[in-house]
């Protein structure tokens, strides 16, 4: 009769998720997976399958919560345009001078997505369903008279996706949030805003032409 198990899968993930996110695929050991989750060899064979099959689901969790982050801007109270600005605002504060975890999402990208297609399958995926959440973003402002209605909006969301990713790049490297929010300041000019944008982001809070 098999022994119940005595640890909880998600915590394990989790776990093993911050340990990648620190070395990524190739530089964690299965030494250093195990010393991290606390299972022993066997468990993890058992539960899991393997390294590789840990660190998928690993992966997969931290992009699933990459997109929801960025879904989240499509709703709230505010208008969308501010919302917008609100998240490259949130992005530059939480990433700058490497104050928040790293990635395992971004460092999987880098590291695998040439060389792995299951990791860049998932990559792709993740940044489509990021692109589609600002790009709907956009079209609501369009809607609410806040962003010229001609503006692709699509080109406008993949181009937020470069930017608010890159941003959290860059913060991971110790980028300071002074110079993250310069660039998500900057970032806005990209956007044909109307008038009465302007008026809702409010005039004390910098030239938005």
């Not at 997109?67 to 501010?82: K, N």
């Not at 993250?180 to 900057?186: M, P, S, W």
Request: proline share 3%; aromatic share 6%; with cysteine.
């Amino acid at each position: 009769m098999p022994r119940p198990r005595t640890f909880d899968e998600a915590d394990v993930v989790a776990r093993a998720r911050q340990a990648f996110a620190e070395t990524g695929f190739a530089g964690t050991s299965l030494d250093t997976l195990l010393e991290a989750t606390g299972l022993a060899r066997q468990s993890l064979y058992n539960t899991f399958g393997g390294k590789k099959e840990l660190f998928m689901r690993a992966f997969l969790s931290d992009a699933e919560e990459a997109v929801e982050a960025v879904e989240a801007i499509r709703h709230g109270t505010d208008s969308p345009i501010v919302r917008i600005r609100s998240q490259l605002v949130k992005v530059a504060i939480a990433h700058g001078e490497a104050q928040a975890p790293p990635s395992l999402f971004m460092k999987a990208a880098v590291e695998l997505s040439a060389q792995d297609s299951e990791v860049a399958t998932a990559v792709a995926e993740a940044f489509e369903a990021m692109r589609k959440h600002y790009a709907a973003c956009i079209a609501e402002a369009q809607a609410a008279g806040e962003i010229d209605a001609d503006a692709d909006a699509d080109s406008l969301g993949a181009y937020f996706s470069a930017v608010i990713e890159g941003m959290s790049t860059l913060g991971g490297t110790g980028v300071p949030r002074s110079t993250l929010l310069d660039i998500g300041f900057t970032s806005m000019a990209a956007i044909p805003i109307t008038a009465e944008g302007r008026m809702r982001l409010g005039t004390a809070d910098g030239d938005w032409s």
